[in-house]
C-alpha cells in the first residue's frame, strides 16, 4: 500500500495540469496525498480493526473533507443512513491495494475487494475494477511474472492489456471510471522497469494522474519490492501522523516495512 499512497502524492500535482511525457520531477513542492491516500488507509484500518469499511472511510473522510473526493461519495459520507449509490468510478480501484497484502488465497482477495467496493461502487465496473486491482498486487507480491498477471487479469475481467504505454499514451484523456483507468495503470506497471518508471508511466498518460499512479504503484511495490528510502521518506513526511500510524502498523503486520 506503501507504493499505492506514493503514486498519489507523486501524481497529486498532474491531476489539474496533465502531461504526456515521463520526464518530470518525480516530487515537488506542491505534492500531496488526495482522498487516495486516505480511503487506501481507510481499508487498512477497517482489515486491521473489524473488517467494517463503511465506517472507517466515513471516520477518515470526514476527519479529511477537503482531500478531492467526488460529489456523489463527499454525499454518501455525511448521509445518515448511506447507501451504494452505483457507481463505476475509480474510487474502488485506488483504495483497495491493502487487500492484495493482507489475504492469503485468490477466493478471499477476490471476495475482500468486492466488500471494499460495495458499499460505495456496486455496479459491476466498480466492483471488477477494485477485484483486478487487488488480485494484481496479490499476484506480484507472491512472486508471479508479468506475464502472467497478465494473462490472469485479462482472462478474469476481460481487459485489453495487450496494448502498450506508447500506444494509449497519444489518445487518451481524462477518465474516471474504473473501466477506463484500472487497464491502462496496470499496463504502466505491465512496461516498466522499476516502481519508479511504473509511476512515470501512469502519469504520462494524461489522465486521471493520481489515481493512475496510485493504481500501478500499488502493484508495482508488490513486484519490485519494497520502496526506494528516498521515496519512503517522502511519503512519510506527506502524512499526518494519524494515517501515517495506521499505514505503518498496517506495513508491519504484513511485513511491508
Known amino acids: 500500500m506503501l507504493g499505492a499512497i506514493a503514486g498519489d502524492i507523486i501524481g497529486s500535482v498532474y491531476e489539474g495540469h496533465r502531461i504526456k511525457t ?11 496525498f488526495t482522498d487516495d491516500t486516505v480511503m487506501t488507509v481507510a481499508v487498512a484500518q477497517a482489515i486491521l480493526e473489524d473488517g467494517d469499511y463503511m ?3 466515513r471516520e477518515l473522510g470526514r476527519r479529511y473533507p477537503r482531500a478531492g473526493y467526488g460529489g456523489a461519495f463527499k454525499a454518501w459520507l455525511h448521509a445518515e443512513q448511506p447507501l451504494p449509490y452505483n457507481s463505476w ?4 480501484a485506488m483504495r483497495v491495494s491493502p487487500v492484495g497484502w493482507a489475504f492469503e488465497s485468490v477466493d478471499d482477495v477476490l471476495r475482500e475487494a468486492a466488500r471494499t467496493a460495495e458499499v460505495t461502487h456496486n455496479h459491476p465496473e466498480g466492483i ?3 477485484q483486478a486491482t487487488a488480485l494484481a498486487v496479490y499476484l506480484a507480491r507472491k512472486g508471479q511474472g508479468k506475464e502472467t498477471i497478465r494473462q490472469e487479469i ?13 500506444a494509449i499514451r497519444p489518445g487518451y484523456a481524462f477518465d474516471v471510471s474504473c473501466q477506463g483507468t484500472v487497464p491502462e495503470a496496470l499496463i504502466a506497471f505491465f512496461d ?3 516502481y519508479e518508471d511504473a509511476v512515470r508511466n501512469a502519469i504520462s498518460l494524461g489522465g486521471d494522474s493520481d489515481t493512475l499512479a496510485c493504481i500501478a ?12 528510502a528516498d521515496i519512503l521518506a517522502r511519503v512519510r513526511a506527506s502524512l499526518t501522523p494519524d494515517l501515517w500510524e495506521v499505514t505503518e502498523r498496517f506495513c508491519r503486520r ?3 516495512l
Do not use: I, W
Open 128 to 130: 471488477k475494477g477494485a
Open 22 to 32: 515521463k520526464d518530470l520531477p518525480l516530487f515537488q513542492p506542491r505534492c500531496h
Open 217 to 228: 504503484g500499488g502493484v508495482a511495490e508488490a513486484f519490485y519490492g519494497p520502496l526506494p
Open 192 to 194: 516498466s522497469t522499476s
Open 254 to 256: 504484513y511485513g511491508v
Open 55 to 57: 465506517r472507517t472511510m
Open 89 to 92: 468510478g475509480n474510487g474502488a
Open 154 to 166: 485479462a482472462g478474469r475481467f476481460g481487459y485489453d492489456l495487450a496494448r502498450t504505454v506508447d
